[in-house]
């Protein structure tokens, strides 16, 4: 049996790149990535060189078709996603499952995440957080999420690109504008910022570009603290003032007689 090695790759400062990341690119056979130009990059960084086999996200299912198909010839593969650890917004994770349901090893080198960078410098979830990636870039869908999320109690995370971001903090101001949030903008890179205020500052400090130049550049992460207390009524306009169907309770008799029950 072959073994596949999910191996966590720097999000942005080639620094982090761990030991024990570089040792396993080292050893196998191939490595499958999600960008073959990206990860070629990466590894003749380090001065690796290893066949190259895509594995992207627009095709992910015959990117696993490969990997697995070498996988029972008996070879070491190394999964890379562009940047991060692999299945968490990005590709990998259908290779995963299909490595294990042929009944390969599929092996976890830790590294770095973008979720865990924010997590561990925001202050406020170390009680637990849902991770809920891209929300949808269409406007109502994207705030009846929010206000599903807003309504519990552990805090939530999600990625934005930057060009969605502004619309995204402004949804936020908008339904919660109290709730406090930990916005990272370019994790571990040269221009990275972390800001922490309420919804409502960051939608203005976006807004005036205080936080970032206009045109947008930079991938951002926000963390937004869980409810406090009893749940408010919260949602978009056209989910907060649709009217609810009522249900008209039946006497058991009335019951009865519609089923016949004479």
């Known amino acids: 049996m072959g073994e596949l090695y999910i191996v966590g790759t720097p999000i942005g400062n080639l620094g ?4 024990r990341a ?29 066949p190259l086999v895509s ?33 968490i917004s990005d590709p990998g994770a259908q290779a995963a499952r299909r490595a294990r349901q042929a009944g390969h090893s599929v092996i976890p080198i830790p590294g770095p995440s973008a979720v865990s960078a924010l ?5 406020f979830a170390e009680r637990g957080f849902l991770f809920d990636g891209f929300l949808s870039p269409k406007g109502a869908r994207r705030r009846a999420r929010l206000a599903e999320l807003l309504a519990r109690e552990e805090a939530f ?36 910022q972390i800001v922490e205020c309420d919804a409502a500052e960051l939608a203005e400090r976006l807004l005036d570009g ?3 130049p206009i045109p947008q550049k ?17 949602g978009p306009p056209e989910i907060r003032d649709k009217p609810q169907k009522q249900t008209k309770l039946k006497k058991p008799d009335q019951q009865r007689e519609e089923a016949g029950e004479c």
């Open 16 to 19: 982090d790149m761990s030991l």
């Open 218 to 234: 930079g991938e951002f992460a926000i963390l937004v603290s869980g409810r406090i207390g009893k749940p408010q009524e919260l």
């Open 119 to 123: 997590v561990s410098v925001a202050g």
């Open 55 to 87: 594995c992207h996200a627009n095709d992910e299912e015959r990117g696993s078709q490969r990997i697995v198909k070498l996988l029972d010839e008996g070879k070491k593969v190394a999964y890379c996603s562009d940047a991060g650890t692999p299945g």
């Open 157 to 192: 995370l999600l990625y934005e690109s930057p060009f969605r971001i502004g619309r995204l903090a402004a949804d936020l101001a908008e339904l919660a504008p109290a709730r406090r949030v930990c916005l990272g903008r370019e994790l571990t890179k040269l221009h990275e």
């Open 210 to 212: 205080a936080i970032h």
């Open 22 to 50: 570089l040792e396993t690119l080292k050893d196998v056979d191939v490595v499958a990535c999600e960008d073959t130009r990206h990860t070629l990059r990466l590894l003749n960084h380090f001065s690796i060189k290893k």
